[in-house]
């Protein structure tokens, strides 16, 4: 039997599997941690508050986040690293560029009114400390980048009216997501969100849709 180098792992299979537990033990940390930032908000939720829904020990939590405030980072971090993957998703299933901008923001406000990491980071990002927000990409504007892309491609593909100013247009609908999205929260905890969202296009859809040629 041929002994393996020294240095080397003669066990890949296990070093995998620590490695696989131990992303597993950081995203059940997350999720409690979501759950309970977004029920209680930051100030009002414990280090021991997060161990007791883990079912794990203080210090198994310290091995991985070494406060509540980088548990709160990494919850937000983890809904601002979902975004790309969920715009490439809408993206890929809509060939025409003004149905995929609206699918978007139904798809974006899904999240916001169902998944909890979503739901804690929105709230944790009013009511971090400013260092802390330091350590957090700036909001909104990849969303604005990403839709100044689509409109243009659109535009390009005679899919979006080409009079439209791409960085003004994404501007208004990054703005006016989030507000509404915000409104709703505080009037109907995001129960009307989608209502909101069929207004808000009832109006904006005109001006974006191609001009038929005279």
Do not use: C
Request: aromatic fraction near 8%.
């Amino acid at each position: 039997m041929t002994e393996a180098p020294v240095g080397i792992s003669s066990s890949p299979r296990r070093a995998r599997g620590r490695a696989s537990d131990s992303a597993a033990t950081r995203q059940l940390i997350i999720d409690v941690a979501a759950r309970e930032f977004g029920e209680r908000g930051y100030a009002a939720t414990s280090l021991s508050d997060i161990v007791a829904g883990t079912g794990m020990t203080k210090g198994a939590l310290y091995w991985h986040f070494a406060s509540k405030e980088s548990v709160a980072i990494a919850v937000v971090h983890q809904m601002f690293e979902t975004w790309p993957v969920m715009l490439g998703e809408v993206l890929g299933a809509h060939d025409d560029a003004l149905e995929a901008l609206v699918a978007v923001t139904y798809v974006a406000g899904e999240q916001f009114a169902k998944d909890p990491v979503t739901r804690a980071s929105k709230r944790l990002m009013s009511e971090l400390p400013p260092e802390a927000m330091a350590k957090l990409p700036q909001p909104y504007v990849g969303w604005q980048h990403a839709l100044v892309t689509l409109i243009s491609d659109g535009q390009q593909r005679g899919q979006i009216n080409a009079g439209a100013d791409p960085v003004s247009t994404a501007q208004v609908i990054v703005a006016s997501f989030f507000g509404m999205q915000q409104v709703s929260q505080e009037l109907s905890a995001r129960r009307d969100l989608r209502s909101r969202l069929d207004g808000f296009w009832a109006l904006v859809l005109p001006q974006l849709r191609p001009t038929s040629p005279a």
